[in-house]
C-alpha cells in the first residue's frame, strides 16, 4: 500500500514530523509511505487553481497517485495550522484528488490532550464537499506530553502509545483492506 502522509507543522524539529518519520520506518514492511513537503506550496488562489505552480501539481499528483492518505497535525490555537489548511483547499479544487481517498489521523502535542481539537476539526473538513475522504473511525491517535514519548533521535519510547500506534496501524489496514474491496 502507498500512503502519503501530510503533516500539519513545517517546523525542522516537529513533533508531528517526528512521529511521522518513526511510523515511516518502524512500519516500512507493512506500506511504503512519503511524507510530502507542504512547506512550499504557496497560498491557495482562485485565480490560478486551474494552472497552478509546479509544486501544486507534483503535490496533488503525489496525492491522487497514494492508495490513502495520513495526517498528522499538530493543533495551533484549537485548530489544524494554516499551512495544513492552504494544503487541503488545494487539494479540494479543480480535481478534487481527495474524494474517496482513504484517510487517517494522528496528531502530537506537549499538552496532555495531543491534539483533539484540532482532529475534530480536521474531521469535519475531511467530511466537506469537494474533499470527501473516508476517515477510518474510532482510532484516534492523540500524542499527548509527546516531548516525554520520544527521544533525541525521534524514536517514540513511550511503550503503551507505541502498543496503541501497532493496534491502530493494524486497524488501519484491516479497514483500508475492506473499505476498497
Known sequence: MKVVAIVGS??????????TKYIQTKYQDRFDLEILNIRDLP?????????????????????AEADAVLWVTPEYNGTIPGVLGNAIDW???????????????????????????AQLHLREILFAIGISSPLLPGN??????????????????????????????DNFISWYNHHTR
Not at 492523540?142 to 502498543?163: C, F, M, R, W
Open 10 to 19: 513545517i517546523r525542522k524539529e516537529s513533533y508531528n514530523l517526528k512521529l
Open 43 to 63: 497560498f491557495y488562489d482562485q485565480d490560478i487553481e486551474n494552472d497552478p505552480p509546479l509544486v501544486v501539481k507534483e503535490f496533488k499528483s503525489k496525492v
Open 140 to 169: 484516534e491517535v492523540y500524542v499527548g506530553a509527546v516531548h516525554d514519548k520520544i527521544d533525541n533521535e525521534g524514536s517514540l519510547i513511550h511503550e503503551p502509545t507505541v502498543q496503541f500506534i501497532d493496534t491502530v496501524v
Open 91 to 117: 487539494l479540494s479544487r479543480v480535481d478534487k484528488v481527495l474524494i474517496g481517498k482513504p484517510s487517517w489521523i494522528m496528531g502530537a502535542s506537549m499538552g496532555q490532550l495531543g491534539t483533539v481539537k
